[in-house]
């Protein structure tokens, strides 16, 4: 029998074209508290019905004039009122100053707000009859004065639909006075693991692991990177390799998530049962992407659910999670912008082993702000993903000599 050609590798950026084309954002609205909302993705605009600052205010503490009556160094003012934050003043008389202090604001009639430093305080004498100030500087008008209005206008929209929201997100609603948000639902993503040699950590103790088996990592970081990514996870730990057990699997995950996430079984050997099942349940295309490590990667249908296959090396399961898996389930939940940023940064290392595939090496920012690179790139080395603080993104074909410029991405970005 004469094997079937096999289908050549697709690039990366044609993989996750497809992908995305696929990641139908989900259409429910959940309300939540604004002080729950970190790391959850805005499903309306956030329109401000207010200035914010409401009202013009000092940026400092200080005293409030008019420009017109300090127009020399050294005038002596009576101090006709004190306004705290929080307070209201009074119109401020001719030739007095306001003693005011930050976020006070500014009384009608000042245009100017001189800081204390640049004032001298005078206690009553025989010729002051009063306490005044001795204005050592000439003010300009709008010195020191917060206008209404400059950081947020009222109408303005001012965090977008598709918005991941972090601290400062929320700051911004409450600043406006939203003690609630309109956001994505989670994805609700079901995880297994295929393979009769995975064991569950705390199930057997590693003097008893016989031959052959191996503790199921992926299981873990896998579950957690879908975590920080906003998901609800139901972990359903490892499914026997066989067909019967598989389709059982699926068609109950199927059932009641969004997405069905395996590591391992996207291959096509004997024991590998996730292309039949899924076929016999839904639809299936089977990739061969051109990255290394992390070449083989599914995405199908079951029902509503989607389903997404990783391979079962460590590392390629890590690093394609980060490639694909990341934005497809960011956009799921409205997320526009979900391409990975590179910044440019000098190898301190050589790479004379150019691929035919992209590669994606686990490295290390250095002390100098080069990269230095895990001695040991295999795709079971977990070790590397641990160590490293980063990939550097290297083109098909391509060496690396010391010194070289390449593109960087720090897995701060990748898993925020």
Same mark, same amino acid.
């Given at each position: ?174 600043? !406006? %006075?939203? #003690? /609630?948000?309109?956001?994505? +639902?989670?994805?609700? =993503?079901?995880? $297994?693991? &295929?393979?009769?040699? *995975? @064991? ?101 249908? !079951? %029902?509503? #659910? /989607?389903?997404?296959?990783? +391979?079962?090396?460590? =590392?390629?399961? $890590?690093? &394609?999670?980060?490639? *694909? @898996? ?91």
């Amino acid at each position: 029998m004469t094997a079937s050609p096999r289908a050549p590798l697709q690039s990366l950026d044609d993989a996750l074209r497809s992908l995305l084309a696929a990641a139908v954002p989900l259409q429910d609205v959940e309300r939540v508290a604004t002080g729950d909302a970190d790391g959850r993705v805005l499903a309306q605009d956030v329109v401000s019905a207010l200035h914010v600052p409401p009202q013009d205010n000092s940026s400092m503490d200080g005293y409030a004039l008019r420009c017109a009556d300090a127009a020399a160094p050294g005038q002596v003012f009576p101090v006709s009122q004190r306004i705290a934050a929080g307070s209201a003043g009074s119109p401020l008389q001719p030739n007095t100053v306001a003693r005011i202090f930050t976020g006070a604001p500014i009384p009608p009639g000042a245009d100017a707000v001189v800081m204390q430093e640049d004032c001298t305080v005078l206690a009553a004498t025989d010729s002051v009859e009063m306490p005044g100030v001795r204005v050592n500087s000439v003010p300009h008008v709008g010195q020191w004065i917060r206008r209404a209005g400059e950081d947020v206008a009222r109408g303005d929209v001012v965090l977008r639909r598709g918005q991941r929201l972090g601290p400062a997100e929320l700051g911004l609603a409450a600043s !406006i %006075g939203l #003690a /609630h948000l309109g956001v994505a +639902p989670r994805p609700r =993503v079901a995880l $297994f693991s &295929t393979g009769d040699e *995975l @064991v569950i950590p705390g199930t057997v103790a590693p003097q008893d692991m016989p031959p052959g088996a191996i503790y199921n990592s992926n299981r873990f970081f896998l579950s957690a990177l879908l975590r920080r990514m906003g998901c609800v996870v139901t972990d359903l730990g490892i499914v026997p390799d066989q067909r019967d057990a598989t389709v059982q699997a699926l068609r109950e995950a199927a059932l009641s998530h969004d997405v069905i996430l395996t590591s391992g079984g996207v291959s096509v050997g004997e024991e590998d049962h996730i292309k039949p099942a899924v076929q016999a349940l839904g639809t299936l295309d089977l990739w061969q992407i051109a990255i290394k490590p992390g070449k083989p990667f599914a995405h199908g249908r !079951i %029902g509503a #659910a /989607h389903f997404l296959g990783l +391979p079962g090396n460590p =590392v390629s399961s $890590f690093v &394609t999670f980060l490639l *694909l @898996v990341r934005p497809f389930v960011l956009r799921l939940q409205g997320v526009h912008d979900v391409a990975m940023k590179t910044v440019a940064a000098p190898a301190h290392f050589d790479w004379a082993r150019a691929d035919k595939r992209q590669e994606f090496l686990r490295v290390r920012r250095n002390a100098s702000g080069g990269l230095d690179l895990y001695p040991n790139q295999s795709s079971g080395v977990l070790t590397s993903a641990v160590w490293g603080d980063g990939l550097v993104v290297n083109p098909a074909g391509r060496t690396i000599a010391y010194g070289d410029v390449v593109a960087y991405v720090s897995f701060a970005e990748l898993l925020a």
